[in-house]
């Protein structure tokens, strides 16, 4: 477990033609966020999301297009290799009552909006791989 402050927080909205995950990315790497929370709400013209195979160790993929509520957006920020994580797991509804939940991959497409907040710690975590689970795990020790 780590324990830490939060140093700062930044708010701000995404436009239509976003990718949101790309651009959530360069917001963190721009202002220097070492680690963090984050919550989306919004809308998407298209949504991809992947559901971790544990057999594989690979992501299997559902997506669509069309107007989506972004109902909820939760997650968290990292480093790996350098390189700035953010790792979010969206819920996103349309209109025919069709929805698609899971892990936020890049594609996933701003519509009329994407509001964020990003809770940014004033420590750093990283993320470290696990042989065992196949995935790159919170380095919270």
């Known amino acids: 477990m780590r324990l830490g402050n939060v140093e700062r927080v930044i708010i701000g909205r995404l436009s239509r033609g976003q990718d949101v995950l790309r651009e959530l990315t360069e917001i963190v790497r721009r202002n220097g966020v070492k680690s963090g929370a984050v919550m ?31 109902v909820s ?30 892990h936020l991959l890049e ?11 990003i809770l940014a710690f ?3 975590v990283q993320r470290t791989y696990d042989p065992g689970t196949k995935l790159s795990l919170l380095d919270t020790e």
């Open 40 to 70: 989306l709400i919004g809308s998407l013209d298209r949504v991809r999301v992947g559901f971790f195979n544990e057999e594989t160790g690979t992501y299997d993929y559902r997506e669509a297009e069309g107007f989506y509520e972004l």
């Open 73 to 102: 957006g939760v997650g968290n920020i990292s480093w790996k290799d350098g390189e700035p994580v953010v790792h979010i797991h969206i819920a996103a509804s349309s209109h025919d009552g069709d929805y698609l939940m899971g």
């Open 122 to 124: 004033d420590f750093m």
């Open 107 to 117: 594609g996933n497409i701003a519509s009329l909006t994407v509001e964020y907040i």
